[in-house]
């Protein structure tokens, strides 16, 4: 606890103190607890905590809610208790996060039982049990409302631990958090009333944890989906950082140009799947240089005419490599294209106008601005107003016109805060984020391929 903040100490204090009290009824002589119920949701719902390979235990959620609906208040926040304390914790300190997520879901499933019963959900299992009792109706309505109960509280309690343990504001904290707790429910309100009517009906229990086997697959599903995303975003970090080391003098430049791919195309309207292989194409547009001799790639002086044309492979060689990685999808184009010009003159097919891929437009875009306003061991950075002024200058020739104006409006609406790279020394940003004005560039091996003066291409790049 003393790694935490005060007031996340007294937070979390007080999330256990008020779970304890919301369960103490059950202590009560009087207390009619069907203690069996509460001793197999409970067990259950620690098992499917403790021992299923998923991101989250959130798959067995159904059996928080059969809880809500079977159980008093009380008894219902006892379910969640021993998951919580036995469930995997990969951050310190363990004991801590453990007590906060006991109590978190304590509250939340009280609080979904108390709203199943203020709007009558147990009377209409009872008439569940018996077919000629109308009323089941009313159960329908009374869960997926407890459901949503749960989800909220479990998200505010939440967004609350972030605010005072991390520091993070509250817009930051909350932002996305009630609409990803809330979602889950729409499925598991309907499936925690099917557990609840299965376990009163003559079938008993052992039925009832049935309905937990598609929710078991759908989690295994999800949990295959979440790992093969984690495997391409480790395949990405691989052949970046491979690149990075091969050409120290554009370390950072591969996520520089991801991030400014990205504001380009949010203003052009994309989004989801489209949104993320831009980024990726524009992580990835310089993994061709793995195959270019270094030397050529370190050179500090003008490049021979041989020199230059084995450089400007480094698209062929870049699409060659990802070829066979079916996720990349889109981004391929944009790896082989990005150096195509807009007048024909570019490489390596010579491409013109609408011929050159909508992502290569985007990302050639992207390249020239960061090498552009990027500090350098040959040359320091331009301010983001000379770079922007630049892009319009060659916008028609060189650039798409539409996708110049994306960035020039992105730039105004968000700003830019370029890092420079780990080689080159480093100018105090002001205000804007901008470096001081350049010096005249001394002309060597760019990142994107040296070319002989003067240059046409902004930020020296071809």
Known sequence: MRALPLGARAYV????????????????PQAAVPWATVILLAAVYAVGSRTVRAPSPEWCGP????????????????????????????????PVRRAWRAAQLSLAVWAAAYVFRAL?????????ENPGVPGFPRALAAAPVAALVLGLVTAVLEGGVLVLAERRSARAAWRGRHLSALAPQLVHGPAGLAMAVLWRS???????????????????????????????????????????????????????????????????????????????????????KLGVPT??????????????RVIELHPEYGHEMVRGIRFLGEARTAILHHHERLDGSGYPYGLAGAQIPEFARVVAVADAFDAMTSTRTYSRARPVDTAVAELKR?????????????????????????????????????????????????????????????????????
């Not at 779970?19 to 202590?27: E, K, N």
């Not at 009558?120 to 569940?128: D, K, Q, V």
């Open 202 to 288: 003559p079938y008993g229990p052992g039925a009832a944890l049935l309905v937990l086997l598609p929710m078991y697959v759908c989690a295994c599903v999800f949990a295959l989906c979440h790992r093969e995303r984690a495997a391409h975003q480790a395949t990405i970090r691989a052949l970046v950082q491979a690149v990075d080391i091969k050409d120290r003098y554009t370390r950072g430049h591969s996520e520089r140009v991801g991030r400014a791919s990205v504001l380009i195309a949010r203003e052009l309207g994309m989004n989801g799947d489209r949104l993320e292989a831009l980024r990726i194409a524009g992580i990835l547009h310089d993994v061709g």
């Open 120 to 128: 009558g959900g147990p009377y209409a299992l009872r008439a569940a």
């Open 13 to 28: 204090l007080s999330a256990v103190l008020t779970g304890a009290l919301c369960a103490a009824p059950v202590l009560r």
């Open 63 to 94: 059996v928080l809610l059969t809880g809500a609906f079977l159980l008093p208040p009380a008894a219902a926040a006892l379910v969640a208790v021993p998951g919580a304390l036995l469930g995997r914790v990969e951050r310190h300190p363990a």
């Open 295 to 308: 030397r050529l790639l370190r050179k500090n002086g003008p490049l021979t005419p041989e020199e230059r």
């Open 394 to 462: 060659c916008a028609g020739t060189q650039f798409d016109p539409r996708m110049v104006r994306a960035l020039a409006r992105a730039l105004d609406r968000h700003g830019w805060h370029a890092a420079v790279t780990a080689d080159a020394r480093a100018e105090a940003p002001d205000e804007r984020g901008n470096v001081p004005p350049p010096a005249p560039l001394v002309r060597a091996a760019a990142a994107d391929g040296p070319q002989s003066p003067p240059p046409t291409h902004p930020g020296g790049t071809p």
